[in-house]
């Protein structure tokens, strides 16, 4: 997420020492506990090994991890804001345990009037983020049943649940296996996105239609691991995330005048795209240089989207992943380019944003950096594993989920370079190491400033060179118990 809005949880404030910090610093050094001999000592980790983990971190011989594969389908109602879906999630169990019930992440219930966000975290000054907003938010769960095969033919049974806030608890009519069994489930849901949802999600209004940018938007498995057995905190809108990983396939019905993108790769581009602009994807497969798909002009102009129908079914597919989301808007001014990976594989960079963003000062250079943030960190790092790289143009200040990232549609110059390299940087902590975020944020923000500050370095011979600061002074901030979070 973005440097400025993650101040409770983010050790990449220790690079920030700006002169509000360095004043504040005087004021907290007598009751700050923070001792950096003390937080990273030799004993820092002192975890035995076990069959599961190894104590170098690594998976030990008998280390297991479960699994969820995803079918999901979204119909956007742009009028109401609303979401209609249904999933079918195949839950693998490949647990040394039997399981008896199953909880579920509904993220979406932190928008309703009477939840826990709502109720201990200021609606301003916060990422609660919804600014006061009175509608009628939460998932509504319409039905969920476990589906089954008896003699060939497809039995669905109701199942029962109970939702307790941003989570849900289901259970299963018998326990499931150890070793590999597998249960599905079919879940319908509904609901009303929230204008800012908690700086992670949201509707923005442009002057060519909003941009709805979705994320948290359907029942999410919580994780199951030999550490907490289920990791069902709740949600409260400034803790990250920690979730199964799994491959997912995605139809989203939207407006025929809309542009939708999305986790992973486009399976369908001859249905949704122009003959037009299906000519300029393959440029742009193939270009080192930004190509446009939808020009700024062509925004306004009819003919930059199929005629005849008046909805459209945009199909995705991502494997390996922990999540998808994806964004729709009739005001995408699209453009792209090929991001080129160590192994010689070929994926593509590509930007949505509004008229409003566009300009060399501004986005229309977000693919490029785009494209040089995923380069530089698969080249450092480890390969880029998701199919493409989609930075969207939104209200959040900058949120992070595999293979698509919203960035401010404000941002301009170094400001934009930052959140868009500090964004994707989390395609590698955590969406590819996959820590929990509930419980240790800092893992990934600190691990994600450090690889940032190389980045810009490195980035177009340090056009936005990493400024060098006072790390310590951070620290002390951030460990002041008096710290009103």
Known sequence: MKKQFIVSVSLWLLFIGTSAVQAQDQQVKSVSKYECQAAFAPNFYSKNAT?????????????????VDYQLTATLNEKKNEIIGSEILTYTNNSPDKISFLWMNVDQNLFKNDSRG?????VTGSRNGDKGQIFDGGHKIKSIKIVSTRNGKLIETDAKFEISDTRMQVFLPQDLNSNGGTVKLKIEFSFISPDFGSDRMGVLETKNGKIFTMAQWYPRMCVYDDIKGWNSL?????????LEYGDFDVIINAPSNHIVVCSGELVNPSEVYTTEQQKRWKIASKS????????????????????????????????KSRDVSWA?????VLDAAKINLPSGK????????????????????????TKTSIENYSKRWLEYPYPTAVNVAGNEGGMEYPGIVFCDWKSKGEDLWGVTDHEFGHGWFPMIVGSNERLFAWMDEGF????????????????YKFRE?????????????????
């Open 51 to 67: 069959d599961t983990h190894s104590a170098s971190g690594q998976p030990g011989e008998k280390y297991w991890q479960n699994k």
């Open 118 to 122: 709502n109720a201990i975290i200021p």
């Open 234 to 242: 709740p949600y409260l809108g400034a803790g990250e995330f920690y």
């Open 288 to 319: 080192d240089k930004t190509v446009q798909i939808r020009s700024v002009e062509e925004v306004t102009n009819s003919s930059s989207r199929p005629t005849g129908k008046s909805t459209l079914n945009w199909h995705f597919k991502i494997k």
């Open 328 to 332: 729709s808007s009739p005001a995408f």
């Open 346 to 369: 070929k994926i593509v960079a590509i930007s949505a944003y509004p008229v409003e963003s566009s300009g060399q000062e501004a986005w229309s250079r977000a693919t490029e950096y």
């Open 448 to 463: 994600n400033t450090f690889i940032n500050s190389i980045s810009s370095n490195d980035f177009n011979n340090g056009e």
């Open 469 to 485: 600061r006072d790390l310590q002074r951070g620290a002390n901030v951030l460990t002041n118990p008096e710290l009103d979070l």
